[in-house]
């Protein structure tokens, strides 16, 4: 199996299968949601791809709707959609799976591999599969239309963990010969608190409600993150920090990320992001249901205050966008989203959460 699938039709999922064809990858591309391939396969399955000012024309090997189809002779599957998906995927995938394929989220966002691990489980796999998450996209980008994208800016390094833990490093060598960025973290604790998306978009996206519904066109970062906005970002991304101490994961800080993966410079997140060139041409959305909220907030947010309330933890910031994005898009967040419960994490301790996170049962 020497294929490379991208399950998604989103940005993310067209930069990947565009960016790994011109490394000179075999790439399959399918989605859960055929019709945002179909322009695409009538285009020839090709992607008008532009990097670093430069255009050029990918032609994917395979662009189907036939997951069973599209997962033959594969051996690593990205996931590259919004983290709401992720269970329609699993119970998508999971009749067709074999042994050693590897099943990689882009990102996971927060508890994404171990929630895919027991999906796998409950729509009946018994494939000894691995199952990584990445703790951000590779690719600040954007598509352009439905056959064209642009990449932005490739971040210097993102860690991988899976679960088991063990064989994380299996994973990142299967992205070597095309990507050096990739890393091994220790465990998808680190991977899942390693969510700053989490801190970028919902927060943001909330307090510039007035500039979406007034349908005022605005660059997200650069106009939408003010000083004053930044702040309460610095003090929710504490909150952050502290659940993943607690949990004996240390992660880096949503400025000390920017210098690291982007480096940025500047004395606070304001600046930082004020001098991130990656971000300077992303505009916002003109909708509030946007997966800002609607994936960030259950399956980011949620996770994290779960987690946190589990060890007794307290997160107000974290809690408040919560609330006001459940009562904005009238829905359950909390209820709906990586609970303790939908995780299956509920009643468990400290310990025990760990050891699940490592293994993705109770392994001694």
């Given at each position: 199996?020497?294929?490379?699938?991208?399950?998604?039709?989103?940005?993310?999922?067209?930069?990947?299968?565009?960016?790994?064809?011109?490394?000179?990858?075999?790439?399959?591309?399918?989605?859960?949601?055929?019709?945002?391939?179909?322009?695409?396969?009538?285009?020839?399955?090709?992607?008008?791809?532009?990097?670093?000012?430069?255009?050029?024309?990918?032609?994917?090997?395979?662009?189907?709707?036939?997951?069973?189809?599209?997962?033959?002779?594969?051996?690593?599957?990205?996931?590259?959609?919004?983290?709401?998906?992720?269970?329609?995927?699993?119970?998508?995938?999971?009749?067709?799976?074999?042994?050693?394929?590897?099943?990689?989220?882009?990102?996971?966002?927060?508890?994404?591999?171990?929630?895919?691990?027991?999906?796998?489980?409950?729509?009946?796999?018994?494939?000894?599969?691995?199952?990584?998450?990445?703790?951000?996209?590779?690719?600040?980008?954007?598509?352009?239309?439905?056959?064209?994208?642009?990449?932005?800016?490739?971040?210097?390094?993102?860690?991988?963990?899976?679960?088991?833990?063990?064989?994380?490093?299996?994973?990142?060598?299967?992205?070597?010969?095309?990507?050096?960025?990739?890393?091994?973290?220790?465990?998808?604790?680190?991977?899942?608190?390693?969510?700053?998306?989490?801190?970028?978009?919902?927060?943001?996206?909330?307090?510039?409600?007035?500039?979406?519904?007034?349908?005022?066109?605005?660059?997200?970062?650069?106009?939408?993150?003010?000083?004053?906005?930044?702040?309460?970002?610095?003090?929710?991304?504490?909150?952050?920090?502290?659940?993943?101490?607690?949990?004996?994961?240390?992660?880096?800080?949503?400025?000390?990320?920017?210098?690291?993966?982007?480096?940025?410079?500047?004395?606070?997140?304001?600046?930082?992001?004020?001098?991130?060139?990656?971000?300077?041409?992303?505009?916002?959305?003109n909708s509030i249901n946007v997966r800002y909220l609607t994936e960030e907030v259950p399956m980011s947010l949620v996770p994290?205050?779960?987690?946190?309330?589990?060890?007794?933890?307290?997160?107000?910031?974290?809690?408040?966008?919560?609330?006001?994005?459940?009562?904005?898009?009238?829905?359950?967040?909390?209820?709906?989203?990586?609970?303790?419960?939908?995780?299956?994490?509920?009643?468990?301790?400290?310990?025990?959460?760990?050891?699940?996170?490592?293994?993705?049962?109770?392994?001694?």
């Amino acid at each position: 199996m020497n294929k490379i699938l991208i399950i998604g039709g989103g940005n993310g999922a067209f930069a990947l299968a565009a960016h790994l064809t011109k490394l000179g990858a075999n790439v399959n591309l399918t989605d859960v949601f055929p019709e945002y391939l179909e322009e695409l396969k009538c285009n020839g399955n090709s992607i008008n791809l532009r990097i670093n000012k430069e255009e050029s024309i990918e032609k994917i090997s395979m662009v189907t709707s036939d997951i069973q189809k599209a997962l033959k002779e594969v051996k690593l599957i990205m996931v590259v959609t919004p983290s709401y998906t992720h269970k329609i995927i699993s119970k998508r995938i999971a009749p067709f799976l074999k042994d050693g394929q590897m099943i990689l989220l882009n990102p996971g966002r927060t508890a994404g591999a171990l929630e895919m691990f027991n999906n796998l489980r409950k729509f009946g796999s018994t494939a000894n599969v691995i199952v990584g998450e990445a703790q951000t996209l590779i690719f600040s980008c954007r598509k352009l239309s439905k056959t064209s994208v642009e990449i932005y800016g490739i971040k210097d390094k993102v860690g991988i963990a899976s679960i088991p833990s063990e064989k994380s490093l299996d994973m990142v060598n299967e992205l070597k010969p095309y990507y050096k960025q990739f890393y091994a973290e220790q465990n998808c604790l680190i991977t899942s608190f390693s969510n700053i998306g989490a801190i970028f978009h919902p927060a943001p996206l909330v307090f510039n409600i007035g500039r979406v519904e007034s349908n005022e066109k605005y660059l997200f970062y650069k106009e939408g993150i003010t000083p004053s906005i930044a702040k309460f970002l610095e003090k929710l991304d504490g909150e952050r920090i502290n659940t993943a101490k607690s949990f004996s994961v240390s992660v880096l800080s949503c400025i000390e990320w920017l210098k690291k993966i982007y480096f940025t410079t500047g004395n606070n997140l304001y600046e930082n992001l004020q001098n991130n060139q990656a971000y300077s041409q992303i505009y916002g959305p003109n909708s509030i249901n946007v997966r800002y909220l609607t994936e960030e907030v259950p399956m980011s947010l949620v996770p994290i205050s779960e987690l946190a309330n589990s060890i007794g933890i307290k997160t107000p910031m974290i809690d408040s966008i919560i609330e006001i994005s459940s009562i904005l898009l009238n829905k359950d967040f909390r209820k709906e989203g990586r609970n303790l419960n939908n995780l299956g994490l509920k009643g468990k301790n400290k310990m025990d959460i760990i050891k699940i996170f490592i293994n993705g049962d109770l392994k001694e």
